[in-house]
Structure formats: C-alpha cells, structure tokens
C-alpha cells in the first residue's frame, strides 16, 4: 500500500526538501496519513455493522504501519524514497509520522521528541520550522514549507507527541505556535527571522517589516490552533 505521489501539493508540504530528487516520491507523512484514514474506515465499518470489513480495514492499517516502520525509519528519522533509495533532507516532513501517536514505538516517539525540541535545528520561538534553520535549503522568503513556521506541521507534531504520551514536547510545541497565533492572528505560516542562521544574510521576506509578513489569516490555520489549544493546552 505504499503510495507515491507525482506531484509535492499532493502532500501539503509543497515545497519541501524531500523533493529535491524528484518524483514519483514516497513521502512518509503521506503513508501516515494513509495509515490513520484506514483505520478511520474500519471504525466506520464496524459502526455500520460490517464486522469484516472493519477487520480487513484495520489490517491493511497495520500493515502499512508496519512497513513505514520497517522500511522508511532508518533509525533517526522517517525518509523519503526516490526510485528506491532514500533522499537526503532537513525536513520536518522527516517527523511528521509522529501524527501516528501511540501506534508507533515508544522508541521512535521518544527519538522525534528530542529532535524536535533542540534549540537552533527546527524549535524556535515562533514554533517548528519545516526545515532546519541551519539547512543549506533552508528559505523562507516566498517559500511555504522550506523553513516557515506552518500551522499543519505543528499541529501534526504536537498532537501526535501528546497521543504518545510526550506530553512536554508536545506542549512546548503547541504553546510555542499558539502564543505565536495570539500576537500576530492565525496567518498561514510565519517567518523563523529575517536573517539565515546559517549565513548570516537578510532573509528575502516578500513583505516586510513585521515576522509573518503578508501572508494571510485563514480558517486552516484557525482549525489547527483550536485543537492544539482544547487538547494539549486547556
């Protein structure tokens, strides 16, 4: 059931790292998302009274987690595979399996919590940048999910952190991204600063002057910010 897909919108990380190689790409926050969908299925089989189906939904479940565990966790991170051979990134999308909650190994859990919380890599004040600040890569200017702050990712992050049980992690994330939210509105995305940790060069925000810039307030980014705050931080 490994699904690849032809184009990066197809995965809401639209400009990320994990595509530097190409396509067709098998993304792992796609095969997560994948996974939670079946089970999804199997709960509404089972309350239609279709015992079968909600077991064979449920096992196809498992058996694709089992393959993204198996096969795309290469013991630090979630890959993203390219004609078979996995592609080097900072991305966040790296982490994103972590939405799995408790379906996925303490082990691994525990491995995403502390790689996302180190200071200076993904974590700063704003939130979760979606790729590490002092990636090569690494441009906010007018790209969406090359190192904006971006609701989605940390809300996928944060919720997931807490259905495992990492529950500091997953509030720092959330209180991060949320106080953001209560200072500048529910924008799109935010920006990490307006200078690349890694070279020290103005950051090419399209609109300036305050962190956020001009990019919209939505009702995505709203939704997100709800959840994050009635179920990590109420």
């Given at each position: 059931d490994?699904l690849?897909i032809?184009?990066?919108?197809?995965a809401?990380?639209?400009?990320?790292?994990v595509f530097v190689?190409g396509?067709p790409?098998?993304?792992p926050d796609?095969?997560?998302?994948l996974?939670e969908?079946?089970?999804?299925c199997?709960?509404?089989a089972?309350r239609?009274?279709d015992?079968?189906?909600?077991?064979?939904?449920d096992?196809?479940a498992e058996?694709?987690?089992n393959?993204?565990v198996t096969e795309?966790?290469?013991?630090e991170?979630?890959?993203?595979?390219?004609?078979?051979?996995?592609?080097?990134?900072m991305?966040?999308?790296?982490?994103?399996?972590?939405l799995?909650?408790d379906?996925?190994?303490?082990?691994?859990?525990?491995k995403?919590?502390q790689?996302?919380?180190?200071?200076?890599?993904?974590?700063c004040?704003?939130g979760?940048?979606?790729e590490?600040q002092m990636s090569?890569?690494?441009?906010?200017?007018?790209?969406?999910?090359?190192?904006?702050?971006?609701m989605?990712?940390?809300?996928?992050?944060?919720?997931?952190?807490?259905?495992?049980g990492?529950?500091?992690a997953?509030?720092?994330i959330?209180?991060a991204?949320?106080g953001?939210?209560?200072?500048?509105?529910p924008?799109l995305?935010?920006?990490p600063?307006?200078?690349y940790p890694?070279?020290?060069?103005?950051a090419?925000?399209?609109?300036?002057?305050?962190i956020g810039d001009?990019?919209?307030?939505?009702s995505?980014?709203a939704?997100?910010?709800?959840?994050m705050?009635?179920?990590?931080?109420?």
């Open positions: 490994l690849s032809n184009n990066p919108t197809e809401g990380m639209d400009d990320a790292s190689k396509f790409a098998i993304t796609i095969q997560a998302e996974v969908c079946m089970y999804a199997g709960i509404l089972r239609m009274g015992t079968e189906r909600a077991q064979a939904w096992a196809r058996r694709l987690l393959t993204i795309l966790w290469d013991g991170k979630f890959v993203t595979k390219y004609r078979g051979e996995p592609v080097e990134s991305s966040l999308a790296c982490y994103l399996p972590v799995l909650g379906r996925l190994p303490k082990e691994i859990t525990r995403v919590a790689a996302l919380l180190k200071e200076g890599e993904f974590m004040r704003w979760l940048c979606t590490k090569p890569m690494s441009h906010w200017g007018w790209h969406f999910t090359l190192g904006r702050v971006v989605e990712a940390n809300m996928f992050c944060s919720l997931g952190l807490f259905l495992a990492e529950t500091e997953a509030r720092a959330a209180k991204w949320c953001t939210v209560a200072q500048r509105g924008r995305g935010f920006t600063g307006y200078f890694r070279t020290g060069e103005p090419d925000i399209a609109m300036m002057p305050h001009g990019w919209s307030w939505t995505w980014s939704c997100g910010t709800l959840a705050l009635e179920t990590i931080l109420s």
